[in-house]
C-alpha cells in the first residue's frame, strides 16, 4: 500500500511542478484554462514525453517516464485515484515490489507498441501501467476464482472497472495505448502465476 500512494505522491508533484513551476513565461498558469486543461507546455512534458522520434535518437527513458506526466486536472485526479485503488489492491497481494515491476513493465509495453508499431510521437499519462496493474489483478481474480479477494472494498474495485471499460471508449490513440498497457500486464500477470504454480508444486514434492 505504502509504494502505491508514493508512487501516486511522486506524479503529483510531476504534475504540479509540470503544470505550475516548470512553465514558459507567458503562459498564465493560474488560469482555470491551464489548470483544467493543461497545455503540454511544460519543461517536464517536453523532456519525458513518449516520442517515436526522439526514442530514435537516443531518448530510451521516454519509454517509461510518460507515466509520471499528466495534462489537465481531470487526467491526473482520475489516473491518481485508479492507481491508489488497483496499487493497493495488487500489492497486498504481490507485495510491492512486482507492484511496481508489473506498473513499468505495463507502461513500457504500451510505449513500446506505440512508438515503434504506431509511430506514434506525443503520449503521457500513468494509465497504460493503471492498465496493466487491472490485467494482472483480474487474472489473480480469476485464480483466486473470487474479484474481490484483496482488502480493498469492493465498491473501490467496481470503480476501478468503470475507470477501465470508460477508458477504452475513449479516442482511437487512447485506446491503443490502453490496450498495450492491459496486454503487458496479462503477460505480466501469466509470468507470475505460472511461476507461483511451479514453487507450489516444487513446495508439495519437497
Known amino acids: 500500500m505504502l509504494a502505491a500512494i508514493i ?6 508533484i510531476c504534475f504540479i511542478l509540470d503544470t505550475f513551476v ?13 489548470i483544467l486543461d493543461g497545455d ?3 519543461a517536464l512534458t517536453k523532456a519525458l514525453k513518449m516520442s517515436c522520434t526522439k526514442i530514435k535518437k537516443g531518448q530510451v527513458w521516454r519509454l ?3 507515466v509520471f506526466l499528466h495534462v ?12 491508489l485503488i488497483v496499487g ?44 496493466g496493474m487491472t490485467a494482472t489483478y483480474l487474472l489473480m481474480a ?21 475507470y477501465a471499460v470508460i477508458g477504452m471508449l475513449t479516442n482511437p490513440i487512447d485506446r491503443r495505448e490502453h490496450a498495450g498497457g492491459f496486454l ?11 511461476r507461483q504454480r511451479q514453487m507450489c508444486i516444487r513446495d508439495k514434492n519437497s
Do not use: W
Open 72 to 83: 489537465g486536472l481531470a487526467h491526473i485526479v482520475f489516473n491518481t485515484a485508479a492507481l
Open 64 to 66: 517509461v517516464t510518460q
Open 88 to 131: 493497493c489492491a495488487l500489492g497486498s497481494t504481490l507485495g510491492s515490489g512486482r507492484m511496481l515491476a508489473c506498473f513499468f513493465f505495463s507502461a513500457f509495453c504500451s510505449a513500446c507498441i506505440m512508438a515503434f508499431v504506431f509511430k506514434f510521437d506525443d503520449g503521457e499519462g500513468a494509465s497504460t501501467g493503471i492498465y
Open 40 to 42: 503540454k507546455t511544460g
Open 142 to 162: 480469476l485464480k483466486e476464482r473470487d474479484l474481490f479477494f484483496s482488502p480493498v472494498p469492493a465498491v473501490l474495485i467496481v470503480l476501478l472497472l468503470i
Open 22 to 34: 516548470f512553465v514558459p513565461k507567458g503562459v498564465d498558469k493560474f488560469s482555470r484554462q491551464h
Open 184 to 194: 503487458g500486464g496479462i503477460i505480466f500477470g501469466i509470468v507470475f502465476v505460472y
Open 7 to 12: 508512487l501516486a505522491a511522486v506524479i503529483d
